[in-house]
């Protein structure tokens, strides 16, 4: 009788763990509407992601991640990320998707099943504007010292062009240190230059000079995800009956938009 008992409580235990095993590498979609939370590995990144007056995310990317949150049922919650351990937090589910401002690199195309493109971008040098007309090209800058986000793209044309950098947490901690008069310049994405420098801006003394790179934005699921189809699916809505167009003019990057 006991080892009926004892057989009947592991065969049980057994089941519990496949059904969970199952459901562990079964379906992210299932998954995030379970829990009921679409979680969103983001940085501060205007005009992608960034936080209004009253403490609340908005930005083009921040927008449409709302907008798929509410097609699939769930809240929507943004989490800051050291954008260097984007793909370690993606793997161990700290995060559900990556959507960011993100360039589709080949380590990010390796490590995460990423969407279509859907905005183009650059990698441009950020000077004081007194001394802009000085520089032309990537040979121009070659001498100056600069800042650059960890792990970004604009942390990779430095290297590829060989420039001497130091390596910060965020791209707004790069434009500081220029605005600080601590680096020379720095490399930020073109969108971030066009809402973040210039006049208007809390940085009205600075300037985007020279492109160093074109690039493309994605965004990142975990390798395998069905949820990557799906954000392809509802971009592609958006992009159709206007939202995209409408969300992009807010923020002022509709020309950046590309087409399904």
Request: glycine fraction near 10%; hydrophobic fraction near 40%.
């Amino acid at each position: 009788m006991k080892k009926r008992i004892v057989a009947s409580i592991l065969l049980t235990a057994m089941l519990g763990l496949t059904a969970c095993g199952s459901k562990a590498s079964g379906s992210d979609l299932d998954y995030i509407k379970d829990k009921g939370t679409l979680i969103v590995g983001i940085t501060d990144f205007a005009p992608m992601d960034y936080k209004d007056d009253s403490g609340n995310w908005i930005g083009f990317d921040a927008d449409l991640a709302k907008k798929v949150g509410e097609s699939l049922g769930v809240d929507v919650e943004f989490v800051e990320i050291d954008w260097d351990n984007k793909i370690l937090e993606l793997n161990n589910k700290s995060i559900d998707v990556v959507w960011n401002g993100m360039t589709l690199t080949d380590e990010v195309k390796n490590s995460m099943e990423c969407t279509k493109p859907y905005l183009n971008n650059a990698q441009v040098v950020v000077v004081p504007a007194a001394t802009a007309d000085q520089y032309s090209d990537a040979a121009s800058v070659s001498g100056l010292s600069f800042a650059v986000e960890s792990g970004s793209a604009g942390e990779a044309a430095a290297e590829d062009n060989g420039y001497s950098f130091t390596s910060l947490q965020s791209q707004s901690d790069a434009v500081m240190e220029v605005d600080a008069g601590t680096s020379d310049a720095c490399i930020i994405d073109l969108l971030m230059a066009g809402a973040m420098i210039g006049p208007g801006t809390s940085f009205p003394d600075l300037t985007h000079t020279v492109e160093l790179t074109t690039e493309e934005y994605g965004i990142g699921c975990r390798k395998g995800s069905d949820l990557t189809a799906y954000i392809n699916e509802q971009l592609a809505g958006y992009y159709a009956d206007g939202t995209t167009t409408s969300i992009a003019t807010t923020y002022g990057v509709q020309d950046a938009v590309i087409a399904p």
